[in-house]
């Protein structure tokens, strides 16, 4: 596989934004629109490697770098030769700066502070203080040795208002430029393969900071663009407007990438349609362990697609007794190892009796769905 990392347009919808792009990595190649299970500590709850190949995944998001710094730690990491190595998953790998878990801890006050120059906080276990910043994430991630890496940003609340917002988009801005600047020092990770750095585009809900921010994002001439805040992926229509405001200002030619849109397969089907390539969100597994399977048919409407069910929401509720005696798969013509082999009743009984197996044939499903909606997208637009 070539040690480089580039992305070109391989087929565009006919009428609408979407497209399908090729991404090389040092990992292999991903076709988009590609969905990236999340393996924010080191794994996927209840998935193995296997697993996600089974589900035609190409490409993770594995190893938060907040995490990881935590535990188990950059040193155990380096020792064993990276994160592709220490989680046996060797294809394609997107990891993130640590800021949405540093947005989130600072909540707390006392657990997390952030200042002009990142972030200060607490170690879990050891109560160590570490300092996270534009250099420190870089290096973490240089160990991590994904292929591609995220500049660290400040998520923007959807609280503070326009103030808030202009404090996050500031920060993001200028701690992109020392990203970008630690990250050049040497493109390539601890293990000599090719990283690709985005930026992030920040501004809230606020289509003046918005395009500002795309603007700025777009003048540093990075490998690709993503669209954070904590409105991306929450609020989907809000997510819909904020990607018609920018797109016009978008290259064509390098991935865009919504972050945490993924909660239910329609999701990614309206952000596709908008000219988005990936996305991730831990929505798929945390949805299966807490009993909510996806359940519709993937129907072609107006030269595009939906993910839709008779009985809407598009989901099944695998506790309830209705299932009890159900013989039915969870979803009819799904070829995951999971309805090819197992009745709803037989999930319904493994979850009211709390087994592990359970939660291991929930997640298979809902992550297959999520693979089987991209896939169903490629072929509609023409590559397969």
Known sequence: MPNSFHSHIVKKHSS?????????????????????????????N??????????????????????????????????????????????????????FQVFSLSKKGSICIIDEHGAHFKHPITGKIIHLNSQTSIQAQ???????????????????????????LDRTHRWLVLSKEEHEKNPHSAYGFKQALFGIIQGGSFRDLREQSTE??????????????EVIGYDMSKTGEIIDWIRPMLPENKIRYTMGVGLNPQDLIDVVA?????????????????????????????????FENAGDP??????????????????????????????????????????????????????????????RMQQLIGVQ
């Open 16 to 44: 609408l934004p979407a497209r399908v792009m090729r991404m090389t990595t040092p990992h292999g190649d991903v076709l988009t629109p590609a969905f990236m299970p999340v393996g924010t500590r080191a794994m996927l």
């Open 142 to 168: 240089k160990i991590i040795g994904a292929d591609i890496i995220m500049a660290f940003d400040q998520c923007t609340p959807e609280t503070g208002g326009r103030e808030a917002a202009l404090a996050a």
């Open 46 to 99: 209840y998935l193995t490697p296997s697993d996600l190949l089974h589900s035609r995944s190409e490409i993770i998001l594995g190893g938060n770098t907040y995490h990881m710094l935590c535990t188990p730690g950059m040193d155990v990491i380096e020792a064993i030769g990276g994160m592709h190595q220490f989680m046996g998953w060797h294809k394609a790998m997107l990891t993130d700066s640590g800021g």
């Open 216 to 229: 700025f994002i777009v003048q540093q001439d990075l490998d690709g663009v993503a669209i954070g805040g």
């Open 314 to 375: 598009c989901r099944i509720l695998i506790k309830k007794s209705q299932y009890a005696k159900d013989n039915n798969p969870i979803m009819q013509n799904c070829d995951c190892y999971t309805c090819e082999n197992f009745s709803r009743a037989y999930l319904h009984y493994l979850y009211k009796e709390g087994l592990i197996a359970y939660f291991h044939l929930a997640s298979i499903h809902n992550i297959h769905v999520m693979q089987t909606v991209c896939i």
């Open 274 to 306: 908008k000219g988005i390539d990936i996305f991730d969100c831990v929505a798929p597994t945390r949805n299966a362990r807490h009993g909510t399977l996806y359940c519709g048919t993937i129907i072609e409407r107006d030269g595009w697609l939906a």
